[in-house]
């Protein structure tokens, strides 16, 4: 076991507009379980290869443990890393997919057979030992990708979204047993995904990234409670933020035909950057359906999307003509205070009462409950601390 370190690490590309990784700092501890996330291109599984020794590192460095290993090959990294693809050899048996790492090594047989035998009992793979891949299912084959990494013992796993080729419901048992295994085993592992989902529910902290530069590290909780920015408030949570440039007047925003007050703090941060208007986020869980009110958001339903124990409004709110800039609600958007009004101009998504749920064109009353907005910077999208 061993802990990570990226300092200031950066690769470019040739005649590449900007770097695929900018200046990434990142400290992983000792047998963490930390996820990388975000939208295609935005560098994560970059930083993973790195790591590896995959890519070059233009600038910066690269610790596992004490060690320097910026400039090493691969082997002598001591890590062992799980592809999306598997990359199983098709003619070989499970046992010799998993023991031919240490093969190479020149491993003796006896260790090689101890080893396989103990990852294929952890991985419940025994009665597998002697089949070939192809009689294996898509979530067989992947815990033989892992045992493949595991057998090895490695200082550090590395995972490159590897259940992204599996069906929804083996990815969501697979991603349980792989949480469960990395307990079990204490290893420092690095993972890389797009699905904030995935994220959220698997990692011990989760680093978001953007166009190559780290947004923001923490724990699931305080992502989704705390993000530091706008870009992190629409990307973590399912369904996402509901995120919109209001214009302050009378010390407070009119949204949704409600005059919602501002708190000093707020206003006083607006002040500061010389600016007359806000990014005002709320999530759908914030709000709740009320009886008409002078202080409630009216909304127009467009559509209900029932799924059982839950159910979602989308719609529209009253008094967001052109100027309000209303987010798309689209996880991963590459959201910034000038480009809010990507999609439909005012729409936003509010959880409603499965039982009692609106039908499609209705008009309902909604407030957000205390605590449940949020404010960020128009120019720099930087979250404004309301306490």
């Given at each position: ?74 082997k ?100 349980t ?5 990395q ?61 919109t ?37 709320f ?7 009320v ?37 798309t ?10 480009g ?48």
């Open positions: 076991m061993a802990t990570v370190s990226y300092e200031k690490a950066t690769r470019r590309y040739p005649d590449a507009d900007r770097p695929a990784v900018d200046a990434l700092s990142l400290d992983i501890a000792d047998g963490e379980f930390l996820v990388l996330v975000g939208p295609s291109g935005c560098g994560k599984s970059t930083s993973l290869r790195m790591l590896a020794g995959l890519e070059d590192v233009s600038d910066g460095v690269i610790r596992i443990g004490e060690r320097d290993v910026t400039h090493l090959p691969p002598d990294r001591d890590i062992a890393m799980v592809f999306q693809n598997y990359a199983l050899y098709p003619h070989m048996s499970v046992g010799d997919n998993m023991g031919f790492a240490l093969k190479v090594a020149g491993t003796s047989k006896d260790e090689i057979r101890r080893r396989v035998r103990e990852a294929a009992r952890i991985l419940d793979l025994e009665p597998f030992l002697e089949r070939k891949p192809k009689a294996l299912s898509g979530g067989q084959r992947q815990r033989v990708a892992m045992g493949r990494a595991i057998v090895r013992e490695p200082r550090v796993f590395l995972m490159d979204e590897p259940l992204s080729n599996l069906d929804a419901k083996l990815r969501t048992q697979t991603r047993e792989i949480a469960a295994l307990r079990r085993l204490a290893t420092t592992t690095v993972y890389v995904t797009h699905d904030q989902v995935e994220a959220m529910t698997m990692g011990d902290r989760v680093a978001v990234l953007k166009n190559g530069l780290l947004q923001q590290c923490a724990a699931p909780r305080t992502l989704y409670e705390e993000p530091d920015n706008v870009f992190v408030a629409s990307f973590i949570g399912s369904p996402t933020m509901n995120l440039t209001v214009r302050i007047e009378d010390d407070g925003v009119r949204i949704g035909g409600a005059h919602l007050p501002l708190s000093r703090r707020v206003l006083a941060a607006a002040a500061h950057e010389d600016s007359d208007s806000i990014v005002f986020g999530r759908p869980e914030a709000l709740e359906q009886g008409a009110d002078e202080r409630a958001l009216s909304m127009s339903v467009a559509m209900v999307e029932e799924l059982g124990a839950e159910a979602y409004a989308y719609g529209t709110l009253d008094g967001t003509g052109t100027g309000t800039g209303t987010g609600n689209t996880r991963g958007s590459a959201l910034a205070p000038a809010l009004g990507t999609g439909s101009e005012g729409q936003i998504i509010a959880r409603v009462d499965p039982r009692n749920a609106p039908a499609k064109g209705e008009r309902i009353s909604l407030r957000i409950r205390p605590g449940g907005g949020y404010f960020f910077s128009a120019r720099t999208g930087r979250r404004i601390a309301t306490d």
